[in-house]
């Protein structure tokens, strides 16, 4: 009897000691993009170590990278809101259609800097003005540094780029495209690759960061450095999840995400950018063209004509851009 006894409270202990372990919840977080680009690295991994401090053994966090959880960039969203993944980065201009002011984001000569769009683009999530959140809990935005075109055959001004083959993202890239009279191609980042290793394309919109990120440097000859619009991101947890957990992993998820992870989104994004470009004209063998400001102000005031039927073509696209327009002169002013 007393074997037993003595059996049954090293049970005990052993359950009780285990009780914290079994209690954690596993949230999975998945990107189609690898460990090292910098949307994983420096945005999203140090994110989940912060949680994992902040909320002791409330969540186990895990990475699943590269796509091990569905690898199509065009399925993130569908992957989170029906919880193949917990949390996953997705970017908006790949889910057409469901995120219609997004597209704010990617209007040419709106936004000079990652932190800006990013920045902004969290305080319009507070502010209600985006919406297609269905099934899923917005944990962050942040936005890459503003695209540039990397050209395979080089130009002279944009201008130059009626009758090429250039690479969008989305729609709104698209319609940039048409009006300057080039032939947009809505291509994902390993078919951009194909095609300007092919030749099948002339250029494309990109920014540094996905340029190095899926290696396509050593594929053009130029860059025409021109801010044409930030591709927004966003990391979203499936709804079901996010209500599942306690309000302490709650409150240690909504700290390091939110404004927290825009700011150090965009100042990732921007640091790393600018690394990248030093490290181009180091090299040397990329011709880089920065036309100057007033060059730029007409290049705005052409792209004015997408703004605008941007605005007409989205519900509450007046509101939004104004939004976009005045907290952008305020973050300008502040700084």
């Known amino acids: 009897m007393k074997h037993w006894k003595r059996t049954f409270a090293g049970a005990a202990l052993a359950a009780a000691c285990a009780l914290p372990l079994s209690a954690q919840e596993l949230v999975k977080v998945g990107t189609f993009v690898p460990e090292q680009s910098v949307g994983v690295s420096q945005v999203i991994k140090p994110w989940m170590e912060a949680v994992s401090a902040a909320a002791g053994d409330e969540v186990r966090m895990q990475g699943f990278w590269g796509g091990t959880l569905g690898k199509s960039p065009f399925k993130q969203f569908e992957l989170v809101q029906n919880g193949v993944a917990d949390v996953t980065w997705v970017l908006p201009g790949y889910t057409a259609g469901q995120f219609p002011e997004m597209g704010v984001f990617e209007l040419p000569f709106l936004f000079r800097t990652a932190e800006e769009a990013s920045v ?25 540094e503003p695209n540039a075109l990397f050209m395979k055959k080089k130009i002279g001004s944009l201008d ?5 083959k250039i690479r969008s993202v989305g729609g709104i890239h698209a319609s940039w495209l048409e009006a300057l009279g080039a032939a947009p191609q809505t291509l994902s980042s390993a078919e951009m690759n194909e095609g300007l290793n092919r030749g099948t394309v002339d250029g494309a919109i990109q920014g540094w960061t996905g340029m190095r990120t899926f290696k396509s440097l050593p594929l053009v000859d130029q860059a025409y450095v021109v801010p044409a619009g930030a591709i927004p991101f966003l990391l979203l947890m499936n709804e079901d999840k996010w209500n599942s957990l306690s309000e302490a992993a709650q409150a240690a998820i909504m700290e390091h995400g939110g404004r927290a992870m825009a700011q150090a989104g965009g100042g990732a994004y921007s640091d790393i950018g600018n690394a990248i470009r030093d490290d181009v004209i180091a090299e040397g063998r990329i011709e880089i063209v920065t036309p100057d400001d007033a060059t730029i102000d007409a290049y705005a005031e052409q792209a004015k004509v997408v703004h605008e039927a941007w605005i007409a073509e989205t519900p509450n696209g007046q509101a939004v851009y104004d939004a976009a327009v005045t907290l952008l002169a305020e973050m300008r002013g502040a700084s």
């Not at 902004?120 to 942040?142: A, K």
């Not at 130059?160 to 090429?164: K, S």
């Open 120 to 144: 902004v683009g969290w305080q319009m999530h507070e502010m209600g003005l985006l919406t297609g959140f269905d099934g899923v809990h917005v944990v962050g935005f942040f936005a890459a």
């Open 160 to 164: 130059d780029l009626a009758n090429m």
